[in-house]
């Protein structure tokens, strides 16, 4: 069993950063991958970031390359999503995604993951 807990989450202008945070527990972290997501109304969950457990090997979706950063802090059971140059359209609700079945990165699609978070809101005004 894992145990995913968001934080960091709120309200920020076009152009400003946030930085989410997803608090692990139960089973070793550095056992698993981890992703994170999101889900705007009305849309499907999207991939945003993915990180292999030792945090070597990164993939994002180009949406958000280049302005968004995964990484993680095996000692803190943590991992992390910096977010710059946020945009209207990054506004969701994000979740932290554990695949407990693999150290390495197996895919972006929500079914690969077997543990979610709650989320968090990040909301963008213009």
């Known amino acids: 069993q894992v145990q995913l807990v968001e934080s960091g989450g709120g309200l920020v202008q076009a152009g400003g950063s946030l930085r989410l945070s997803c608090a692990a527990s139960g089973r070793t972290f550095s056992s698993y991958a981890m992703g994170w997501f999101r889900q705007a109304p009305g849309k499907e969950r999207e991939f945003v970031a993915t990180?292999?457990?030792?945090?070597?090997?990164?993939y994002y979706a180009e949406t958000v390359k280049g302005r968004f950063t995964i990484s993680r802090d095996n000692a803190k059971n943590t991992v992390y999503l910096q977010m710059n140059s946020l945009k209207p359209e990054d506004t969701a609700n994000y979740y932290c995604?554990?695949?407990?079945?693999?150290?390495?990165?197996?895919?972006?699609?929500?079914?690969?993951?077997?543990?979610w978070g709650q989320g968090t809101q990040v909301t963008v005004s213009s």
């Open positions: 995604a554990a695949d407990s079945r693999s150290a390495v990165v197996r895919g972006n699609t929500v079914g690969v993951y077997d543990y």
């Open positions: 990180i292999s457990w030792n945090g070597v090997r990164t």
